[in-house]
């Protein structure tokens, strides 16, 4: 087995970190408030994470970096979007840390992790629908689970705020 990396939220001049993907899902504004939560109770930071999906371009480049540069301006409008909601929720006081990455959702949060050694916990949503909790969380929380890098924290989409704040 490979050696992982020690996280290093303990470490003088380092703080821990809550991931949380962001998307724009109802069950991912769950994952914030919990992880704002989260930080804000344990003098934390947030890191937020979107990932544009990689799309099979391979004949049309222009096409390619067209659909990067919307990815861009995705990820900056969910980013606003969250920041209004945490400064609405009274969370303006919290380090916040935006990241956008390109490729496959996974391997991109996995990427993520390892590249930031104070990320200490990724907090995921997972949605209320009949089709189940969602692929992230069926992939990562469910057959990635025994060997990932940090703790996953699954947050039911069905809670309300108050809800989670009590638990958080």
Known sequence: MAQRKLRKANVEGHRRKF??????TPECES?????????RNTGSDLHMLFVVEAEDFQHWLS???????EGEQKAAAVFRLYQRKLNGWGFDGITLHETVRHGAKPE???????????I????????????GPGTLVSQLAG??????????????????????????
Request: proline share 4%; charged share 20%; glycine share 6%.
């Open 19 to 24: 991931m949380v993907i962001v998307d724009g």
């Open 63 to 69: 096409v390619e970096a067209i659909h990067q540069q």
């Open 143 to 168: 057959t990635q689970a025994g060997s990932f890098p940090v703790p996953i924290v699954v947050i039911p989409g069905a809670l309300e705020l108050h809800e989670i704040e009590a638990l958080a």
């Open 31 to 39: 994952a914030v408030y919990f992880s704002a939560c989260r930080a």
């Open 108 to 118: 991109q949060i996995i990427e993520a992790i390892e590249d930031d050694e104070d």
């Open 120 to 131: 200490s916990f990724l907090v995921l949503g997972a949605s209320t629908s009949a089709e």
